[in-house]
């Protein structure tokens, strides 16, 4: 889209608006204007209960108490939801529902405030930007009922961010905290509603930063400068405007814009499996360069009007961008004749641990570190419409959506080769030409439809709909000067059901088909769309006095599996169809607080999610060496009743807390059992053609604990206090991209919380 494009765009939304305003010069009452919510999918933990599906909603509470910023720490609480943590801060999430892949949560479809918030959801989901959980005022999260109305990433579910609230009285809010290795974090925000004789006029302002020094080390090497540290530094600016105008009809418009600068020294590669028994904390000097620089904006202007009790619509305009440079160590030469080594096969010790001796620093060599600079645009126009009317004896909710998107993927990366002298520097040999190592654009554009109705009579309540999408796929190779298109057209029908047994118990079940689609590199090299066909039913009862519980059966079939075919491989990273899998299992979650159950004038809340899961290869693919992928695939190997990779056969969240007076103290624990790091499962670092490489093996169970209290000073200030990984508990948290990382150490912070 071009300037003029944006500017009839919004136009638009906001001319409905404005007309009205016109209006309301002869109809000035307020007593006619009713308040409208923020577009959530969700709303509230209350409504799960009329959901055909299973949900979860994580508010605000939940996050702040153990004062959580990374959503792997968040989400955990929620059964059926898996993650791989790959940098310990959460940086770059690896989210997974029900046995689906969990690389770069790019099975998943994740938004903020019900927009799009991947770089490009299309061109390429990969999450190298995720909306930063601190800052959040809660979270919403779909699985099996989610596939009609968000995609394009339907197979697995939808997570939506809710960033904070413009409050509808004065409010200012402060947190400041201080914790190990230097953490420093800070948000505020305030806002206000006033209430004037043109309407309802809002605005929030709020800041979020964090910076730290990192939880690893990198070797020095003789005098060669270098910063030992490995953390990053965050800052997020953003402001949210609403204008509920005094008019006969009630509507609201609605502003946001926010922005995410990032600088991290994070790198791709992990450590042997010996110098990880060690120092599970340690990086090596060839890691000295590695960092990212990030940027990303985000904006949208809403228009939500309710002609009548039964109808509303909600339009929306957004434009989200981001750009991010990675520059990181790439491969390896010990210049022994073998040529440039993949980092995996370097740490698994090929070619007998030479190449590991040049990324130690210990041997002369030279490595590649690759400048990863990408940029990413997300852009388009949505409406959805609900009309609730009677029919045939039962009660109608129907709601038609449509959205028309565009996103692109631009690369313009170099490659720069430095020279490696033991135990004296590192220093610049060759610098490559800015675009010369990829240059390169792909585009994707798609029109979404969704229709769904929601029926009710009596005990039931009944969700049939479909979604389809058009998308036209475009990639211009600027190197080679080849432009190469084609089109895909996916669908995913579905229905759920929801039957009140009584006030306290229901009973939910559902049938979905979901879809999750290839970039377009991947399309035109005629990869197809994965899909799957989705069951699950289950029960929930609320006693509504301190406790409720949900039990979920869950089996998912899916076809043409999507898998990145070579995270941290030596390949073109384009992805692949892996054959056939399936994923079944069990949820249980229960919530129980017995001080609100007998009236004990505290709180006690307690909790608890269980996930089992069986998610295995069905069928063995004929590709590469027949084994169902590209042979340097984490998933070459796989055969048929084979795990897949990184998701846990069974895992346990629980917690605890007490909140009596001014205190409050909290104890959370999680489990998660042993993964396999390839779908081959195997217990070596070594593929099935015998090559040595540090992304296979198995990963052990671990166990973690959080601990926090609080201790308010007065009805506007409090104390925050807490620990996290109490126990010190060091694990490998994930062999991707290159060979053992582990999770984040035990970590201890304390703070000042006020609202006012």
């Known amino acids: 889209m071009n300037k003029t494009c944006h500017l009839l765009l919004f136009g638009s939304l906001t001319l409905p608006g404005l007309l009205s305003a016109q209006t309301a010069v002869d109809i000035p009452s307020r007593e006619r204007v009713v308040e409208l919510d923020p577009i959530q999918i969700i709303g509230s933990p209350d409504r799960i209960e009329a959901l055909p599906g299973s949900a979860a909603y994580i508010d605000v509470g939940e996050i702040r108490s153990q004062g959580y910023d990374n959503i792997d720490q968040v989400i955990r609480r929620v059964p059926g939801v898996y993650f791989r943590t790959e940098d310990g801060f959460g940086l770059f999430p690896n989210i997974s529902f029900r046995g689906i892949g969990s690389m770069r949560t790019s099975s998943l479809t994740v938004m903020e405030d019900g927009i799009l918030s991947a770089p490009a959801p299309y061109a390429n989901p990969a999450a190298y930007y995720t909306p930063t959980t601190g800052r959040m005022h809660g979270l919403e999260i779909l699985k099996g009922s989610s596939q009609i109305q968000y995609g394009p990433h339907t197979t697995a579910g939808v997570i939506n961010y809710l960033s904070t609230p413009v409050p509808r009285e004065r409010t200012t809010y402060t947190r400041a905290s201080y914790g190990g290795n230097h953490d ?14 043109h309407g309802t006029f809002g605005y929030l302002v709020e800041f979020y930063h964090r910076s730290n020094d990192g939880f690893k080390k990198i070797d020095g090497i003789g005098a060669t400068p270098r910063s030992h540290d490995t953390g990053f530094t965050n800052n997020e600016p953003m402001v949210k405007l609403f204008w509920e105008p005094d008019t006969a009809v009630p509507q609201r418009i609605e502003f946001k814009l926010g922005r995410t600068d990032r600088d991290a020294d994070e790198t791709y590669l992990g450590l042997t499996e010996d110098d990880f028994q060690r120092d599970p904390f340690r990086r090596y000097a060839s890691t000295m360069f590695d960092r990212i620089e990030t940027e990303q904006t985000r904006t949208y202007l809403r228009h939500l009007i309710e002609p009548t009790p039964d109808n509303r619509l909600v339009t929306t305009g957004y434009y989200n961008e981001f750009n991010r440079a990675w520059y990181k160590l790439h491969d390896v030469n010990a210049q022994d004749g073998e040529g440039n080594i993949n980092l995996s096969e370097a740490l698994a010790g090929v070619n007998d641990g030479r190449p590991l001796g040049v990324l130690r620093g210990d041997r002369n060599g030279t490595i590649r570190v690759r400048n990863n600079n990408r940029g990413y645009a997300s852009y388009g126009l949505e409406s959805v419409f609900d009309q609730r009317f009677e029919a045939l004896g039962a009660d109608h909710t129907l709601q038609i959506g449509v959205r028309l998107h565009e996103d692109y993927e631009d690369r313009f990366q170099n490659q720069d080769t430095y020279d490696v002298f033991a135990n004296d520097r590192i220093a610049l040999a060759n610098a490559g030409a800015p675009g010369s190592q990829d240059n390169r654009k792909g585009t994707a554009r798609s029109i979404a439809l969704h229709v769904k109705d929601t029926i009710e009579w009596d005990q039931w309540s009944v969700s049939p709909g479909i979604r389809y999408e058009h998308i036209r796929y475009r990639n211009n190779n600027r190197r080679t000067g080849v432009t190469n298109s084609a089109s895909l057209d996916v669908y995913a029908p579905g229905i759920g059901a929801t039957y009140r047994h009584t006030d306290h118990l229901s009973f939910f079940g559902g049938v979905f088909r979901g879809i999750s689609t290839p970039s377009p590199t991947a399309v035109i090299n005629g990869l197809k769309e994965e899909s799957s066909l989705g069951f699950e039913t289950g029960v ?66 307690n909790r608890v999610a269980f996930t089992y899961t069986d998610a ?101 200030a409090k104390l925050i206090a807490g620990v996290q990984n109490l126990l010190n508990e060091e694990y490998i948290a994930s062999r991707l991209p290159h060979g053992p990382r582990p999770g984040h150490p035990r970590f201890a912070h304390v703070g000042l919380e006020m609202t006012f």
């Open 184 to 197: 420093i974090r800070f948000h505020g925000y305030t806002g206000e509603s006033v209430e004037t004789r």
């Open 540 to 605: 929930r009862y609320n006693n509504r006095n301190g406790f409720q519980t949900e039990a979920v059966l869950f089996l998912t079939e899916f076809s043409d599996l999507i898998v990145p075919d070579n995270i941290g491989g030596t390949g073109t990273g384009a992805a692949e169809n892996a054959g056939d899998a399936r994923s079944m299992g069990l949820e249980l979650s229960a919530g129980f607080d017995p001080g609100v159950a007998n009236d004990w004038g505290f709180r006690m809340p």
């Open 616 to 716: 295995r290869i069905r069928g063995d693919a004929a590709a590469g060496t027949g084994s169902g992928a590209a042979v340097e695939s984490i998933f070459a190997g796989a055969r048929d009743g084979n795990r897949l990779p990184y998701v846990p056969e069974y895992q346990l969240s629980a917690g605890t807390g007490l909140e009596i007076d001014r205190w409050g103290a909290y104890l959370d624990a999680f489990f998660v059992g042993s993964t396999y790091a390839d779908a081959s499962n195997t217990r070596q670092q070594q593929r099935p053609d015998g090559t040595p490489d540090a992304r296979f093996g198995k990963n052990d169970s671990y166990i973690l604990f959080d601990v926090s209290v609080h201790y308010r000073l007065t009805e506007s």
